[in-house]
């Protein structure tokens, strides 16, 4: 009997245990209403938020930024940080602050894991970033940088992608592209060609420099502060060099190339019409006379 009572009593006593646990969550259920409604509130305006904010990110990016896999990158981050720091303040209004220091420390920890994991990834992904808002290139430029030239058809988070002219694709990290210098032909409208050539020794050479300055200057106008440019550089093996330079529509090098190959055909006529030679390397070989005069006998055997 008495161990029946004491049984009785135990469970009892366990009961209203468990009641006055669970009437303590309830009670303190009921006090944090209030601030369960806030952080409610603050998730929702977070979410609201977050897609303003995207709305105008995107008015933006879409003037400075042709890349569509970078925008929508940049977007999906603006609006997990913007939710992200919603939920963070929800969790201080509900005074869960050891839950908050607790996943911020987990995120430190994962942040850096995978920083260190992915160095190389994300140096070319930061790398991508910048080159997206540099504004020294662009879509469609022709650049030339490490040995490799070419149009600009994509900037993405890990790779530059330039099309050669002999439509050949180069895909170069975008670390290695930002690190070096390049060359963007395309962000000057003209640009300066030089010509070299040379002629005979003899020739009358302040005729030779008007007649190729007046050609250039008929056939490539020159804008502006522009002016053709001549210069004798060097008395030559065979000949007297010089060089001639001017400006063109230049913001690729086959353009440069097509001005090129005009002037030559056009100084190179103008020198035949006025008798002006352009000579060719001449060698002359002596032999001693010995063998000279065995290389006759030879021949009149």
């Not at 970078?70 to 209004?93: D, M, R, T």
């Not at 640009?191 to 070299?196: D, E, I, L």
């Not at 065979?238 to 529509?249: E, L, P, V």
């Not at 055909?265 to 006379?289: E, G, M, S, V």
Request: with cysteine; charged share 20%; glycine share 6%.
């Amino acid at each position: 009997m008495n161990t029946l009572l004491f049984t009785a009593l135990q469970v009892t006593d366990r009961f209203d245990k468990l009641y006055n646990k669970l009437y303590g969550w309830y009670d303190a259920f009921i006090l944090k209403l209030p601030n369960l409604a806030l952080a409610i509130i603050v998730v929702i305006a977070s979410y609201f938020l977050a897609r303003g904010i995207n709305s105008i990110l995107n008015k933006l990016l879409d003037k400075h930024l042709q890349d569509k896999s970078l925008k929508s990158i940049l977007n999906k981050l603006v609006y997990l940080i913007v939710v992200a720091a919603g939920f963070f303040i929800a969790l201080g209004l509900l005074n869960l602050d050891q839950a908050l220091t607790s996943l911020l420390a987990g995120a430190g920890v994962v942040a850096l894991a995978i920083g260190l994991a992915l160095q190389s990834t994300l140096s070319n992904t930061f790398s991508g970033v910048m080159l997206s808002f540099l504004p020294k290139i662009r879509i469609g430029d022709f650049v030339e940088t490490n040995g490799y030239h070419g149009f600009v058809t994509e900037i993405n988070l890990r790779n530059i992608i330039l099309r050669q002219p002999d439509n050949k694709i180069v895909i170069m990290p975008n670390s290695k592209f930002i690190e070096e210098a390049f060359t963007n032909y395309s962000l000057e409208a003209r640009g300066r060609v030089t010509v070299s050539c040379g002629v005979a020794y003899g020739s009358d050479l302040r005729e030779v420099e008007r007649l190729v300055r007046e050609l250039v200057e008929t056939n490539f106008k020159q804008n502006g502060n522009e002016r053709v440019e001549f210069y004798f550089t060097e008395f030559g093996d065979s000949s007297i060099n010089f060089m001639t330079r001017f400006h063109i529509d230049y913001v690729k090098k086959s353009q440069m190339y097509r001005a090129q190959h005009q002037a030559i055909l056009l100084i190179n006529d103008i020198f035949a019409q006025n008798n002006i030679n352009i000579p060719f390397p001449i060698r002359t070989l002596n032999f001693p006379k010995e063998f000279m005069d065995g290389i006759n006998n030879r021949t009149k055997q």
